[in-house]
């Protein structure tokens, strides 16, 4: 008798919500604290953000719902821009449009100039309904990934490290072009901190051969921060030869940073006001809503220094909650990247470590008068949606990395035996 041939079951197909679930998730393995305490520091950014519009409600009844709104519009935007590139990108295709890509980015940032200045600067393309788009905070993931993209390439290519002009020749270019955009938009707090993670990048290779560069940038980044500290904090000639030029802005924020109580009503009105504001916290605060800064005191309560209101109103508590999570994500980030032995994968992490931790510290320092004032915003917390989706972008790069790190150098013990 011949056999019957038995027939396959189909597996049920799953339901819908959960197709849907598995097409918008990131790709697996990728780390669930990060992802917890992004979640977190969004819901805290959108709940105070919306608290900071409270004060503009004299003025605007439906200031508060629109803000809320349009907040929910950059999560959304910022969340698809973290699943494109956690989905799609591959440095395999990027190289060949890295140069393109570069270029592209220039043009774009030397848009802001045909718009009207904000604060001084021509940080912002001005779109209708009241949003903006600030290129310059997209150069910021660029120029993570133009330098991962050259240890890709060296990989590839064992030749490129014999000499670091070779080996950095791309991510050189990258970072002049956007410095000479940042020039041009007046726009240096940001500069300074594409810079920083230009120069962090540059660092995490270990080739011997341009060990000696690196050595020489530890000591030159050495100097000028020595040199820095001594002319415009311990003496006041950097800040005096500063007045006398087109940077007299920040000799101004300087010397508000040394004594802003010199021009309470003037230039130093917002960082007095931020440090009342901060003073007035205690341990707990006043309570979500309770601020008294941001009901006219505080002009730009909802951006650079939306962190005076956060510990006005939650105190120390809600600050050390900032801490705690700020800290998760370096922590996260710095483990993986000591776990990889791809100096790819451990560029993309250390400079996107590089980034969180400047803007907090620029941020915090800023606010608290501790450093001169830079513009810069509290990521995930400050109102913008740029910044939110350049961080969001830059960490699914990161939750892609660490996918490959954990799949690949990871793997169970289990696994390791065999």
């Known amino acids: 008798m011949a056999k019957t041939k038995k027939k396959s079951k189909k597996l049920p197909k799953p339901p819908v919500i959960q197709r849907i679930r598995r097409a918008f998730s990131l790709i697996s393995k990728s780390d669930p604290w990060i992802n917890v305490s992004v979640m977190i520091l969004v819901i805290c950014g959108t709940i105070m953000i919306v608290s900071t519009k409270v004060g503009e409600t004299t003025t605007d009844s439906m200031v508060v719902l629109t803000t809320f709104i349009k907040q929910l519009i950059f999560i ?23 140069n393109l890509i570069i270029i592209v980015a220039f043009f774009l940032m030397l848009l802001p100039l045909a718009f009207s200045a904000s604060g001084g600067s021509h940080a912002w393309i001005r779109l209708p309904g009241g949003f903006t788009i600030q290129p310059a905070e997209f150069a910021k993931p660029l120029m993570i990934m133009v330098c991962a993209s050259s240890l890709y390439q060296a990989h590839k290519n064992p030749n490129m490290t014999k000499n670091w002009r070779f080996l950095f020749r791309k991510p050189f270019f990258c970072w002049a072009l956007m410095m000479v955009g940042i020039v041009f938009q007046h726009d240096y707090g940001t500069g300074f901190i594409i810079s920083t993670i230009f120069f962090v990048c540059l660092l995490v290779p270990a ?24 002319l415009f904090w311990v003496t006041d000639i950097g800040t005096s030869i500063m007045e006398h030029t087109p940077l007299a802005h920040i000799a101004t924020r300087i010397e508000n940073a040394k004594n802003p109580y010199t021009d309470v009503y ?26 008294l800064r941001k009901y006219g005191y505080l002009t730009q309560a909802d951006n650079d220094y939306i962190l005076a209101v956060i510990i006005e109103e939650t105190g120390i508590f809600g600050f050390g909650l900032l801490v705690l999570l700020y800290g998760i994500l370096l922590f996260r980030l710095f483990y993986y990247a000591f776990k990889t032995h791809s100096f790819t994968y451990k560029t993309v992490l250390t400079g996107t ?14 606010v608290s008068g501790l450093i001169p004032s830079t513009g810069v915003p509290l990521l995930f917390i400050s109102n913008g949606g740029s910044s939110l989706m350049a961080i969001f972008a830059t960490l699914g790069l990161c939750q892609q990395c660490i996918s490959q790190i954990r799949i690949k150098e990871m793997k169970p013990r289990a696994y390791r035996r065999r």
Do not use: D
């Open 353 to 366: 470590a590089a980034y969180l931790f400047v803007h907090f510290f620029l941020n915090v320092g800023g």
């Open 76 to 98: 959304v935007l910022s969340y698809l821009c973290m699943w494109t590139i956690n989905r799609l990108f591959n440095f395999k295709w990027f190289t060949h449009l890295e």
């Open 266 to 291: 003037g230039e130093g009105y917002q960082p007095v006001n931020a440090l009342y504001g901060i003073g007035s916290g205690g341990l707990f605060g006043r309570g979500i809503g309770g601020s």
């Open 207 to 230: 080739y011997s051969n341009i060990r000696q560069f690196q050595k020489f940038l530890k000591w030159g980044i050495g100097t000028l921060v020595v040199a820095g500290v001594l």
